[in-house]
């Protein structure tokens, strides 16, 4: 695989709400990376979500998935890792005066993202605020020439052999 150059998505998931799944109301992303080269794919190397409030005692946790049914049924927080479509999981915490601990990040490491990238997230903050349950995240990804065949086989990964579906 021939690199073509990193990249970083950076941005916010406003959850409008703690129960339910994720997919509700808009929690639900898509972060556009499909370039129409079936050839050239995307490898996420580094994943960190935090709460945008520093201010309020509050968890979040996100979930990057290269389908959005990888996402759609899960419970909000449900990290699946037998669920193949879904390839980045990470949380932290907030506490008070604006101290924030990244306590959680996986990333499949076979992960190559051919079309687009969807995310999700919850955030159980207790403020009132406008942005009080907003989640920022910082995805850092590096672009691939990967060939037809390779990409052909990641499209078919990334979209078809979750087992529950």
Known sequence: MKSLGKFTLRGWIKPTSNSGTYGESGDLQRLLLDDGDFATGFKITKFVVWNYEGTSTADCSAILATDKAGLENELL?????????????ASSNAFTSNVR??????????????????IAGVNNSTSTGEYAKQTNYYIEC?????????GAYAMVRNASQDIQN
């Open 77 to 89: 927080g449900n990290m699946d890792s037998e669920n193949n479509m879904q390839i980045a999981w």
């Open 142 to 150: 590096e672009k691939f020439h990967v060939g037809l065949n390779i």
């Open 101 to 118: 601990e990244s306590n959680f990040n996986l990333i499949d490491r076979d992960n190559l993202i051919v079309q687009d990238l969807w």
